[in-house]
C-alpha cells in the first residue's frame, strides 16, 4: 500500500506540474481566469479524495489483492502468462471506463451528476480532476466490480489506475501537439485536440469521444469525432445552462445536479 501511494503520487505530482508548466509557456487558448478555475478544479479533487476515503474502504487495488489471495475472477482461473494477464486486465479496464463514460452521457441521472465536469468554461489540465464526488464513487464502484470479475492483477490496477490519471490531465490541457505528431498520436491515444471536442458546447460534439487512454474504443464503436465544428481557437466549451459566474462556485458545483428545473442536454 506504501508502494502504491508513493506511485500514484509522485505520477499525479509530477505529470500535474508537467502540464502546469507546458500551459503556462505555450497554451493554446488564452484564459485570464484561469487560476480561478484551477483553484476550484483543485479544490474539488481534493473534496473528492476526502469523500471516498470515508465512503468506499475498499479501493480497486484492494479488491485486486483480495482476488488474488482467494481465487477470485477470470484471470486468477486460467494458468495464462503474467505479462499477457496484465495486458488483457489493462485493455478490458480501460474498455469498462469508455462504456462507463458513455454511460454517464446516456442515462439522464447519470448525465446530470458528470454535467459538473462539463460545465468548466474553459478546458485545462485542471479540468480534468473536476468530477463530482457521487461520480467519482460509483466510478469506484464500477471498478472494484471489474477487478473482481477479472481477477486483475495488482500490478495492472496500479498501472492502470496511474495511467489514467496521468492521460487526464494530458487530454484536458490546454495545449496543442505538431499536426503531424498528433496525428500520428492520436491513432493510438486520446490526444488534447481529440478530447477537447468532448467538451464543446454543442451536444452533437460533447456526445462523442468518450475514450480517456486509448482511441481504438472511439473508432471502433462509432463515437468519434475528428475535429469540432467552430476549430479549436474559436470553439465554445462548457455547457449552455451553467456560463454564470455563480455556477462556478465549489458549493454550487457540488450542487448543481440537484437543482430543479434543469437538464443539460
Not at 9 to 24: C, T
Not at 159 to 173: G, K
Not at 176 to 182: D, F, I, K, R, W
Amino acid at each position: 500500500m506504501a508502494l502504491e501511494m508513493l506511485i500514484r503520487l509522485g505520477g499525479f505530482g509530477g505529470v500535474l506540474l508537467l502540464m502546469l508548466v507546458w500551459e503556462s509557456l505555450k497554451p493554446l487558448r488564452r484564459d485570464e481566469r484561469r487560476w480561478r478555475r484551477r483553484s476550484v478544479n483543485l479544490g474539488i479533487v481534493v473534496l473528492d479524495t476526502a469523500i471516498l476515503r470515508l465512503s468506499v474502504p475498499l479501493l480497486a487495488t484492494g479488491a485486486a489483492v483480495i482476488a488474488q489471495e482467494h481465487s477470485i475472477g477470470l484471470l486468477n482461473r486460467l494458468s495464462l502468462p503474467y505479462y499477457l494477464s496484465m495486458g488483457i486486465a489493462l485493455l478490458l479496464l480501460d474498455l469498462t471506463i469508455y462504456w462507463q463514460h458513455r454511460l454517464f452521457h446516456r442515462v439522464k441521472p447519470l448525465w446530470r451528476v458528470h454535467a459538473m465536469h462539463h460545465s468548466d468554461l474553459a478546458m485545462d489540465t485542471t479540468t480534468g480532476l473536476r468530477f463530482h464526488p457521487l461520480e467519482i464513487i460509483v466510478s469506484m464502484l464500477i471498478k472494484i466490480a471489474v477487478v473482481l470479475l477479472l481477477g486483475a492483477p495488482w500490478l495492472a490496477v496500479v498501472v492502470f489506475e496511474v495511467a489514467l490519471n496521468a492521460m487526464a490531465l494530458f487530454n484536458h490541457s490546454n495545449v496543442t501537439l505538431p499536426a503531424g505528431l498528433e496525428r500520428l498520436l492520436r491513432r493510438v491515444a486520446v490526444t488534447p485536440d481529440m478530447h477537447r471536442v468532448h467538451h464543446s458546447v454543442r451536444a452533437d460534439e460533447h456526445h462523442c469521444n468518450f475514450g480517456f487512454n486509448l482511441s481504438l474504443w472511439d473508432r471502433l464503436f462509432g463515437s468519434y469525432k475528428a475535429q469540432p465544428q467552430g476549430g479549436h481557437l474559436d470553439m465554445e466549451i462548457g455547457l449552455a445552462q451553467y456560463r454564470g459566474a455563480q455556477d462556478q462556485h465549489l458549493p454550487a458545483l457540488i450542487l448543481q445536479p440537484f437543482r430543479r428545473g434543469e437538464s443539460p442536454e
